[in-house]
């Protein structure tokens, strides 16, 4: 099992209308996949952050549920057209969990 963490950075004053077009398009494209672990946004510290953890079973099925992604034109055309001009930055970071993390 492995874990992708992605942080994203905002644009100020975009971050409610990302959260509704993830939630009311993406979220509902993502979801046939059931593998989202957790979706967080800031509200002290660094501001404008989105950060999400995605399990996968393999980097073979997450490059598979990416390649489906971009074949989907509701996620190409109706999310991510609309996403990316909000964004700043992207990372991206590919975890193994610990032999004693509670996430296998």
């Keep these: 099992m492995i874990y992708e963490l992605r942080t994203y950075n905002i644009k100020p004053g975009m971050l409610a209308p ?10 509902p494209e993502r979801k046939p996949q059931d593998n989202l672990v957790g979706f967080w946004f800031t509200e002290f510290g660094a501001l404008n952050q989105v950060v999400h ?3 996968y079973e393999s ?3 997450r490059a598979e549920i990416r390649a489906q992604l971009i074949q989907n034109p509701r996620w190409t055309q109706d ?3 609309f ?3 909000m964004l700043d930055s992207m990372h991206s970071v590919i975890m193994n969990a610990a032999p004693f993390s509670p996430l296998q």
């Design 18 to 27: 990302y959260l509704k077009l993830f939630n009311d398009v993406g979220m």
């Design 53 to 55: 953890i995605w399990r």
């Design 59 to 61: 980097l073979a099925q």
């Design 79 to 81: 999310f991510l057209a």
């Design 83 to 85: 996403a990316m001009p």
